[in-house]
């Protein structure tokens, strides 16, 4: 990069154009919605994870003076067939169970009535008479031949597994001095956003129309097989987003939830309003995330080179597999991190059993490889005498190195990970904290300094949905982002999106950018947001794409609204459209200031003065884009290339610093530095946001949260007091910084950062509790790293010597 | 998790209350705070027919100082405890063990009442008034009555107060010169109830332990009294010696159980860390209280 270009908006930290609504409450939340006539569901869930329904009496709920409609998982499939799901397997799954139900917590069957204590009072009121079935509690006893099925029909609980191979992996684990190994243990934990998923279903009995609110995400690729589920045709059924009160992930589907509505309302003839409530979601919400046990090797030379990797994976699906094995797709994308590393292989072993199904999490599971990863390049360093940060540096990908491509056939775009590692030690002093460390460790104190150099993949192609399987079930390549750019009369900007606001910035992103292409006040900028049935095609906010993916749209559309208003202009006049400049919201004859005309002069004739326009334009500045991927290209038949699928890589060194009290197991954190390089920073203010919160989220796998299933399948964490999410006073200050290297690939050289903080928090606070504890003997395999935890490794270390 | 129906009534004097509590017996539940009956409720773990909401009734909330003792009403909050300068002053003990009580919110609306009328078995507020000796006024139909608080707990979320009864003050005796007290406690995150907690008063005579009190909260069904430990540090003084052996005690005496958070075995082990802990802090304070 040569020079950095000279930009106005695009880099500034302005205020977010969302928040000022988020903070007055005047932004409409799903359970702000409130239809004329609506109704209020509540669901009675499955106390047994594992079950058949003998049968089961409504007769009593339906009697109850409030309630409307009372439908069983049969009176259901009537209405409604089964949910939408993305994988390639039968594993069938109704909003409401039928035969049997395959985890505590299941919908049994769904009240609508005038408001929600009623409806929990008819669910009171619901007699089942159940089976209780053999439970399917873990990995270990869903796999054992002629044990209980989740699915009968799949004849096996193994629902998917598969060895994927990249490269050389037998001749490089022969070549290698050393193989480091782990076993590792990723704790069952979920993004559980403090507003629960919800939806209102209002379905039009004569109009055969159902319209949806909802706060779901991908309705692009949703809307069309919802329409099914619910028997309506799919130009008559729209999802109409909301704002969300946070997703990280959790919120993709929503299939029950919206399923449920729907159903009500159309045994209701009314509009039913569905919302989660807390145990609802902890429970229920088909959104808990990876819950997997690893082993792990790598092969290194004696001086330190990592050759190559191999890690074999059982991952605890639960009772359905609505995504597939989509989070192991993802982390193919940067599986040997930052590294230099030749060759890998993955096994992968994707197991039901009967527990609350799994969805994506910040990070998509690509977070929990960076801790796999990071731990063997610690283990690596600690087992050959050498620094984390000598080992690490020995095996960094180098800036002359880009366009990187990796073993699975995914690319690398830019960086400058050494400078990210530098920038970081230098802001933690690093030799400080040595000296540090050892002068308390003589007085008895553990100090632990933690380092992760993590890869933050973005923007992502569909075809990560797939390409595990030999025959996809639907193979789609279509991840695209679409705007609408609209330059009103006296001038203004509105742009309407087709993804909703899901606690991002989109707004800010789509402001900057338009203020940056027209010399416009970002601030004057008005968004609106598309229902599913007017909306161009989007995949909305995930995998860290939606700054990336809107940036092209934006500038797409913007190119098209220039090229107009250049042509009205020229016109106007009298001068060729290659002399014109366009600044400051003003188009004007280069050199000649004066000649000119504003946005305004322009839009008043674009709108309303067709005789003044050159003849072949159209009345009206208004100009739709649909970006797709910047850089995709599809796997080998054989899987042996996945191709470029998440191409847009950011990095991130983290280096926290902690103290352990042994007696009690309590972790405290002294220091954090964060240094981050998303590319050329959009909003660097947000950003910092989006990696506090990240860290918060990372800090909560690695210390607090777990959901914790006992033999019979029972969730014994399904409230807020049992789940432990870290609030302010768990989560330390954090010192951020940052490191700019462009994509080459990407409107102004921007990067996706929205899950860098939680893709590589984990990784570094376990490897600094490691750090802390290494003298003790205790090796760090299993999260969360509770105070129990500690004491326990502490002692067990002791007693081993 | 909504609540099936009830019936309110807010009462303005503790008479009027008693009648409600006298009128539905057991169906009634006495809305305080409320930081833990409604959610409760909203679980429906608990479905009370009528729910008597204290809340009017001002006279319940005050703290005053009168013959060697601190009298709270049962309506504090604790929030006032903690700010109060008369706990603070003549009962440390007490706005020290208040203030690891749930978040600032929390404590705004929960009361010193309605805390020890729940008998959480991890709650601190119990714990405390073991070490400090403090009792319980309850008044019922045929008047008031005192209750030890050690003999107010008679297991999880369980007490000695009859159904028609209102904790309506609570009484401890005024720390004496030559005490350090402290109140420690091990929690998953700030403001959550204790894996394990404890609270220690001793009084000090140069290098004497002339009486020691300990509570413990978190460790079994009931807040527990350490008298074991007791009786050690008083027969023999606090020494790392003597230290480690009620330590011992305390790991002998608690009767913890497992559940997500922890296991009874680190529960036990952490009492124990706290004990020594505990007692050295109070120690250092009780002999800057002596000089």
Sequence with gaps: MADTPRRKWVGKSIRRLEDPKLLAGEARYIDDVHESGMLHAAVLRSPYAHARIKRIDTSRAKALPGVVAVVTGKEAAVLAGPVPAFCAEPVVQHAIAIEKVRFAGEAVAAVAAVDRYVAEDAIDLIEVEWEPLAVVSDVESALRPGGPLVHENLGTNLVFGRTLTFGDVKGDFARADRVVRRRLRWPRVAAVPLETAGAVAKYERTSRRMTVWANTNMYHYSAMPFAGTLKVDPNKFSIVPVAVGGSFGSKHLLSKVITIAGILSKASGRPVKFMEDRIDNLAASDSHASDRSYGAELAVTADGRFLSLRIDVVDDYGAYFQFGQTSHGNYLSQVTGPYTIGSVEITLKAVLTNKCQQMVYRGAGSEVNNWVLEALVDTAARQLGMSPVDVRRKNLIRPEQFPYKIPTGNYYDSGNYAGVLDLALRMVDLDRWRQEQARLRAAGRYIGIGLATCQQRSVYSATEFWFWYEKPGFPVTATPEGVTVRIGQSGQFTVSLNSPFWGNSPETVVAQVLAEEFGIDPSTVSVLYEDSLRALPAAGPGGSRLTVMLAGAVTGASRKLKDKIFRIAAHLLEASPQDLVLADGKVSVAGVPQRGLTLADIAANAHFFKMSLPAELETGLDASHTYDHPFTTPPSADRSDLGAFYPIVAHAAHVPVVEIDIDTGLVKFLDYVAVHDCGTMMNPAALDGQIAGGIAQGIGTALYEEFVYDSEGQLRTASLLDYLLPTAAEVPSIRIGHQETPSPYTPYGLKGSGEGGRMVAPAAVANAVQDALAPLGVEVSELPITPDRIVRWVREAQARR | ?291
């Design chain 2, 1 to 291: 998790m909504k609540p099936p129906a009830f019936r309110y009534v807010d009462p303005r004097s503790v008479a009027d209350a008693v009648g409600h509590l006298q009128e539905h017996g057991g169906g009634a539940k006495i809305l305080a705070g409320g930081q833990s009956l409604l959610p409760l409720m909203n679980l429906r773990l608990v479905r009370p027919q009528v729910v008597v909401d204290i809340n009017r009734i001002s006279a319940l909330a005050y703290i005053r100082e009168t013959d060697g003792v601190l009298a709270l009403g049962g309506l504090s909050r604790l929030h006032a405890v903690v700010g109060s300068d008369a706990v603070t002053r003549r009962a440390p003990l007490l706005a020290e063990a208040a203030a690891h009580v749930g978040h600032l919110a929390i404590r705004h609306r929960g009361t010193i009442g309605g805390n020890l009328a729940h008998a959480d078995p991890a709650s601190e507020i119990p714990a405390a008034l073991l070490a400090l000796e403090g009792e319980v006024v309850a008044t019922g139909p045929r008047g008031a009555r005192t209750i030890a608080v050690a003999d107010l707990f008679r297991g999880p979320l369980s007490t000695a107060l009859d159904p028609t009864e209102l904790l309506t003050e609570v009484r401890v005796p005024i720390t004496p010169p030559g005490c350090g007290s402290v109140f420690l406690e091990v929690s998953r995150r700030a403001g959550d109830f204790a894996l394990a907690g404890i609270g220690v008063l001793l009084q000090r005579d140069g290098e004497q332990c002339a009486r020691v009190r300990i509570g413990v909260c978190g460790v079994g069904g009931t807040p527990l009294r350490m008298r074991e430990a007791e009786r050690i540090l008083e027969r023999s003084g606090v020494t790392e010696d003597t230290l480690r052996a009620a330590a011992r005690a305390v790991e002998h005496a608690v009767a913890p159980s497992d559940d997500t958070q922890a296991s009874a075995d680190y529960r036990r082990h952490v009492a124990g860390v706290l004990t020594v802990r505990a007692l050295r802090q109070a120690w250092q304070r009780a002999g800057r209280e002596g000089r």
